[in-house]
C-alpha cells in the first residue's frame, strides 16, 4: 500500500471557535496540526502518496504541506467547489488518483491512531472484501450501576466499555469500490450498508490508540492523553 487519501474537507461547526480561523484538520495539538501527525504515521508505514481531500479554508492546509517533501511524500489536493460529503470527497479522490491497481487506505481528517497499518493490510487481503473498516471498543461516556433482580445495587463502574465497536473513520479500499460510492453524501449511510448486505464489508478491531476530534472538550483530552504519552516516554528513556 502505497496511497492514502485524507478527507479533510469538513468545517468543524462543533469545534468553533477553534475552528473559526482554520479548518479541523489545522488545530493545534502541542504546537503541531493534526494532520501533521496523520502523515507521520502514513510515512512510517512507507505511504508515500497521499491526496487531500479538502475544502473549508483549504488554502491554510495546502500553504502549511506544500508539496509534502517535508515529510518525504508527495501530497496533492483536490478542492470541493461544493460540499460533496465523505462519500462523494471520497469517489472524486479515488478517480483523480494515478492508476490505482492496489487497496488504498482512506481517513477521517479528524482522528489520530498509532495501529500498525501493516497488520490492517493483513487483515484486509486476507478477508477478501472490498473494504475493511477499522472499529475500536465502545466505552460509555457515564458510569454504571450493577443491580441484581431485585433492584440491590451490587456494585459501580467507572465508564466500562461496551460489548460493541465504534467506527474509526480508517479504511481500507479496493479501487473497483468507485463505482459504490456516491456523487454526493456519505458513504457510510450508503455505500458501507449496501457492501455489509452483500458479505464484501470486514472489521478489523483494534485496541491502539485512537482518539478523534468532533468537540472542543475531545481537543482537551486529546492533548492531555498526548502529554501523558510523552512525559511516559521520558522518563521510561531517563537513565540512573
Avoid at 210 to 224: G, H, M, N, Q
Amino acid at each position: 500500500m502505497k496511497q492514502a487519501v485524507i478527507l479533510a474537507g469538513g468545517r468543524g461547526e462543533r469545534l468553533r471557535p477553534l475552528t473559526q480561523d482554520r479548518p479541523k484538520c489545522m488545530i493545534e495539538l502541542l504546537g503541531n496540526p493534526l494532520m501533521a501527525y496523520q502523515l507521520h504515521w502514513l510515512h512510517s508505514y512507507g505511504i508515500n502518496q497521499v491526496t487531500v481531500s479538502c475544502g473549508y479554508m483549504h488554502e491554510m492546509v495546502r500553504n502549511y504541506f506544500g508539496d509534502g517533501s517535508k515529510w518525504q511524500m508527495s501530497i496533492q489536493y483536490i478542492v470541493e467547489d461544493e460540499p460533496l460529503g465523505r462519500g462523494g470527497a471520497l469517489k472524486r479522490a479515488m478517480k483523480e488518483l494515478q492508476t490505482i491497481s492496489e487497496p488504498i487506505l482512506a481517513i477521517n481528517g479528524d482522528n489520530i491512531s498509532n495501529l500498525s497499518i501493516d497488520d490492517l493490510m493483513q487483515f484486509h487481503l486476507h478477508q477478501l472484501g472490498m473494504a475493511t473498516i477499522v472499529t475500536v471498543p465502545l466505552r460509555s461516556p457515564y458510569g454504571i450501576v450493577e443491580t441484581s433482580e431485585d433492584g440491590t445495587v451490587i456494585g459501580f463502574r467507572e465508564k466500562p466499555e461496551l460489548p460493541y465497536g465504534v467506527n474509526a473513520g480508517i479504511y481500507v479500499l479496493n479501487p473497483e469500490i468507485v463505482q459504490f460510492l456516491p456523487d454526493k453524501g456519505d458513504h457510510e449511510e450508503t455505500t458501507f450498508p449496501e457492501l455489509a448486505s452483500q458479505g464484501q464489508l470486514k472489521a478489523y478491531q483494534t485496541r491502539s490508540f485512537w482518539r478523534t476530534v468532533d468537540t472542543v472538550k475531545d481537543v482537551a483530552e486529546l492533548r492531555s492523553d498526548m502529554e501523558k504519552m510523552l512525559l511516559g516516554a521520558f522518563f521510561q528513556a531517563a537513565t540512573v
